[in-house]
Antibody, heavy 120, light 107 residues
Framework: QVTLKESGPVLVKPTETLTLTCTVS??????????VSWIRQPPGKALEWLAH???????SYSTSLKSRLTIFKDTSKSQVVLTMTNMDPVDTATYYC????????????WGQGTLVTVSS | DIQMTQSPSTLSASVGDRVTITCRAS??????LAWYQQKPGRAPKLLIY???SLESGVPSRFSGSGSGTEFTLTISCLQPDDFATYYC?????????FGQGTKVEIK
């Protein structure tokens, strides 16, 4: 059974760095074809794709947020981590991690999401 | 980045209606397009991938078509469970992008 679960702070202050962890089960991050994306959704707004890491550790980032994002994985812990620097209230959103559908660069399984609020 | 534009933004329909949602890309994405359904407070659910392939377990009343820059998601006979927001996503480029969403409401 494939599952993904996001964890991290509920509240961060402006200018701080956000660190989110996605813990996966039911598949291995090292299996060829596997990968994990981070996607966010501000309250009442649309989905926004942030970053992706492939099984070979190749990474891709949103063009508009690339300077603030870092994605990496710890295969031994079955975890994918996303950091976002210089947080701002407009970054308040539900953050999801999602697994790459094998053979396709779109997510099939999603975590439940974690709401992060940016406020002083 | 490739911009994805969905229309309409909101759609009012009745149970049993045939519903069509359009997604247009600012440049060709070939067939590298997916559709998702999202209900309030829930994570999105993959419905269609590669423009027209139905994800396992998704009812056959959902179908996708198109290639290049214009795509459609059709629900052939709207069911009560289908009232939700639908998103398209292109994944041809490394910087993947979603449409702004189409909310399907009860008429």
């Amino acid at each position: 059974q494939v599952t993904l679960k996001e964890s991290g702070p509920v509240l961060v202050k402006p200018t701080e760095t956000l660190t989110l962890t996605c813990t996966v089960s039911g598949f291995s991050l090292s299996n060829a074809g596997m990968g994990v994306s981070w996607i966010r959704q501000p309250p009442g707004k649309a989905l926004e794709w942030l970053a992706h890491i492939f099984s070979n550790a190749e990474k891709s980032y949103s063009t508009s947020l690339k300077s603030r994002l870092t994605i990496f994985k710890d295969t031994s812990k079955s975890q994918v981590v996303l950091t976002m620097t210089n947080m701002d209230p407009v970054d308040t959103a539900t953050y999801y991690c999602a697994r790459r559908k094998d053979g396709y660069n779109c997510p099939d399984y999603w975590g439940q999401g974690t709401l992060v609020t940016v406020s002083s | 980045d490739i911009q994805m534009t969905q229309s309409p933004s909101t759609l009012s329909a009745s149970v049993g209606d045939r519903v069509t949602i359009t997604c247009r890309a600012s440049q060709s994405v070939s067939s590298w397009l997916a559709w998702y359904q999202q209900k309030p407070g829930r994570a999105p659910k993959l419905l269609i991938y590669r423009a027209s392939s139905l994800e396992s377990g998704v009812p056959s009343r959902f179908s996708g078509s198109g290639s290049g820059t214009e795509f459609t998601l059709t629900i052939s006979c709207l069911q009560p469970d289908d009232f939700a927001t639908y998103y398209c996503q292109q994944y041809i480029s490394y910087s993947r992008t979603f449409g702004q969403g189409t909310k399907v409401e009860i008429k």
